[in-house]
């Protein structure tokens, strides 16, 4: 058995968009025929065939499905705020194919038996693949180290390790991961803050903590872990990610690892490139984050990043968390927006938009690039014949209203409700299958049993 084939009509693909201010309709109408979970057939004027699901996408543009290398799915341990089922139709309703789930849960993912629960809660879902990240040292705790080898041969081969929420910040703990991970070819993603420089703090240290007498948090404590950690990868010849970069000073140092060779690669969220400090000043919760919104230049010098290639990838770090957590005192609140829906329509407003970003590039940053950082097998490298089918369907044109409705996982902390923003994502197609039909999520029971079938199709 298989599911439908799906033949996709008149779609322009972002990898024929390379340069930066190109419209869209530039680019040639494509058709795409699916089956079994791969691209069978690539042309123009391709005749549908008895049983196959048509998808008219002129005026859409096709890109290969977004990969989110840092997603907090919340279970096992946190299921008030968020699931594997639930976050991962997040990800579908926001053009995600695969997803790579935070460790911090609880049991925290330090063991081969929590990874491979993770990864069987996402297979079940079936809205996106789920790659769980190895805690890096035991319950999060940054005294030993995790069962990193026994988490890279488990079932969910974890090539991914992860504190984040905290740092690896014993310099010796950290130099014994990047050794291990490089046996494997693995890689360490570091949530880069001295926890020391920044004990109590609440926001951006600068002139508006000091007026609204917060306690800071220095641009210097990300960027000297993120200094330190590009050496020790240098010295074992390891590869180093770094997640969230936040200041324009991360991204000088970023640079000048690069420069010397050294493995490293960095990411930015959504939030990063378009909000400030200055939202602080409402004490609305909601913009509470770790690390926190910096300021304006810092803004600027995170995007010019992006145009750059000094910064590879965007990632959301999609943090859901429940209503009483935000809804309160912004010194109790916790840290954390939720990004999945929204990453598309903010990636384009910051950088396609404003021509830092070609719709390939996009792809790359979106999709191709951090499939590669995180070893994720069974990614389209573009879409064409023979490449498995995993792809997001853009509509570019219009503005509409970032509303509730357009968060569909369990926690509602978005900062953009209520805000403008152009783009949507209309399908998601996984594995061959749609997961988000034009513009609707498709029912989670036809997803499981879409997945299964896609499962035994691949044996
Ligand atoms: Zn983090």
Redesign the pocket.
Known sequence: MTNPDILIRGARLAADLAERGADHLSAPAVDLRISNGRIVERGSGLGARDGERVVEAGGLVALTGFVDL?THLREPGFEQSETVLTGTRAAAAGGFTSVFAMANTMPVQDTAGVVEQVQSLGDAAGYATVRPIGAVTEDLGGERLSEIGAMAQSRAAVRVFSD??GCVHDPLLMRRALEYVKTFDGVIAQ?A?DPRLTEGAQMNEGALSSELGLKGWPAVAEESIIARDALLAEHIGARLHI??LSTAGSVEVVRWAKARGVQVTAEVTPHHLILTEELVRSYDARYKV??PLRREEDVRALRRAVAEGVIDIIAT?HAPHPIEAKECEWDVAAFGMVGLESALPIALLTLVREGHASWAELETLLSQKPAEIGRLEGHPKALEVGEPADLALVDPSGWSEFGPARLRGLSANSPYLGMELPGRVVCTVRSGYLTLDDGELVDAGAVAEAARVAREGAR
């Open positions: 840092h984040d929420g949530h803050q997640c969230h770790n690390p770090d």
